[in-house]
């Protein structure tokens, strides 16, 4: 056998024990949970198909075309059912998938090849002036994950995963984890116009932090904001608490717009773990440039080279005071992404992702979305950091003097403002009227595993809604100081706050 040959029949074997240990891992999965569950989508039996006169308020609304809206409410249930698939030997059979009420929240289990689990090793920065601590040695383990419930397309799916994040990551044991499909599906069930390898299992599923600064992202008009659903995660039969299943930061038909061309990079504390970045003249030493989209290898990279040339003339522009700057960057995004960090009151100006992207090269760079929300609402009755600290461009260019940034802003708020607060509060209504009790069992059930602070859905929307009202009424009254567009001052809010 000569050494091609001989490497086929190696690759053959491999092929043949990997199908072989996926139809393995698909019977444990089928019979690794016990009946009675403590999670209560577990529990609840399967819907019927509903007749062809049912309504969306009594039924769950059949599978018969994608969403029109990518940027739907994001736990707006669109159960739908999977093509059916026929067992074979290079297609494991799939578990019965079923669909649970909207009341119900998803279930994800998920068993790797020998029982093993995704590790990291933390990792100190080189400098003791750099941002904290950060992961390396994450390498991806390989299994099965089988996913059922509302609002997510049940079925079940080769995949790999491992350890993400920074912060999120570091010395909690409740890890966050990038999941990679073998093959492109889409797990919120909305088509496979939307199907996609990478997903992203957050470990910020026992608060409302995540949740609501993706509906505030949505509310203030971010161009792409990632859908979500709260769901509950079992691991090699280690029940893992409630997580956040959503989309990761990428180039993607119905993810980030960006083309031949564009880049997505990153304002990142975290840039001494990067092979990619570069830094420009202006820039604090605790931040670099890293890249998203497209990989970088080395700094020699074309990619790198022309984003550094646009980004060190706006850097430059802006710390001058220089209007040219309008020239080359999005005004309306980079304030409606200000707004929203405003608005969720964040503290943390530097570890809270901070993503640009430019939809082709000769795009204006924009800014978006918005991602890590932990150190929201720990500011109140004033602006968030990332408005007003010297590190990062903001507080520039509204001390410019043409005022032209200051009015932007402005023209948003006077859009915006007066139904931003009720549509928010609609938002939290709907949420607590179809997940509440779904959400408190699990965030039982987390505080059991884990030992995490438990409070009630309802608690934690009452908190949140008074210290957005708050936080709304403040802004309005600072705005109507600022200088705004045409003299045009901001009306009284619509409010949801009771």
Request: charged residues 20%; proline residues 7%.
């Amino acid at each position: 056998m000569n050494v091609l040959n001989e490497k086929k029949h190696i690759d053959g074997r491999k092929i043949w024990m990997r199908r072989i240990f996926a139809a393995a891992l698909l019977i444990s999965i089928s019979v690794s949970m016990p009946p009675g569950s403590v999670y209560a989508a577990e529990q609840a039996p399967a819907v019927q198909t509903p007749p062809a006169n049912a309504t969306p308020a009594t039924q769950p609304a059949a599978a018969t075309a994608p969403a029109q809206n990518p940027a739907a409410s994001a736990n707006a249930a669109t159960a739908t059912q999977p093509a059916a698939a026929t067992p074979s030997a290079q297609t494991p059979a799939a578990p019965p998938a079923t669909q649970q009420p909207l009341t119900e929240l998803p279930v994800i289990r998920i068993i790797t090849e020998d029982q093993k689990m995704p590790t990291c090793t933390k990792l100190l920065p080189p400098e003791e002036d750099l941002a904290g601590a950060t992961i390396t040695g994450n390498d991806y383990v390989s299994g099965v994950m089988a996913i059922s419930g509302a609002g997510v397309q049940a079925g079940t799916y080769a995949m790999k995963f491992k350890v993400r994040g920074n912060t999120s990551a570091v010395d909690k044991e409740k890890k966050p984890y990038k999941i990679k499909l073998s093959e492109a599906a889409d797990l919120f069930g909305r088509g496979t116009a939307y199907a996609e390898k990478e997903w992203v299992l957050l470990n910020s599923g026992t608060n409302l932090k995540t949740w609501l600064g993706f509906e505030v992202s949505r509310v203030v008009g971010m161009e792409w904001v990632p859908e979500m659903r709260f769901v509950t995660v079992e691991i090699n039969g280690d029940r893992r608490g409630l997580y956040i299943l959503t989309e990761p930061v990428q180039k993607g038909n119905h993810r980030m717009p960006v083309s031949g061309g564009g880049v997505i990079f990153e304002d990142d504390a975290y840039w001494w773990n990067e092979d990619g970045y570069f830094k420009t003249s202006t820039q604090p030493k605790i931040l670099g440039y890293t890249f998203k989209y497209p990989e970088v290898g080395s700094c020699g990279d074309s990619a790198v080279l022309r984003t550094k040339s646009v980004m060190e003339s706006i850097d430059r522009q802006i710390a001058l005071g220089r209007s040219g700057v309008y020239q080359s960057i999005d005004t309306s995004s980079w304030a409606r992404w200000i707004m929203a960090r405003d608005l969720l009151g964040q503290e943390d100006p530097y570890g809270s992702n901070i993503y640009f992207y430019r939809k082709s090269g000769s795009d204006k760079v924009r800014m978006g979305p918005l991602w890590d929300f932990d150190s929201s609402f720990i500011v109140k009755k004033d602006w968030s950091k990332a408005h007003v600290v010297e590190g990062l461009p903001f507080c520039k260019l509204f001390a410019m003097p043409d005022g032209k940034f200051t009015a932007e802003y402005g023209r948003v708020w006077i859009e915006l403002m007066p139904t931003l607060e009720a549509a928010l509060s609609a938002k939290m209504a709907a949420l607590q009227a179809t997940q509440g009790s779904a959400i408190d069992r699990a965030r039982t059930q987390d505080q059991q595993r884990w030992g995490s602070n438990r409070v009630s859905l309802a608690d934690e929307i009452r908190t949140d809604k008074a210290l957005l009202h708050d936080q709304i009424v403040w802004m309005n009254g600072e705005i109507s100081r600022m200088i705004i567009p045409a003299g045009a001052e901001p009306q009284p809010p619509v409010s949801g706050h009771e």
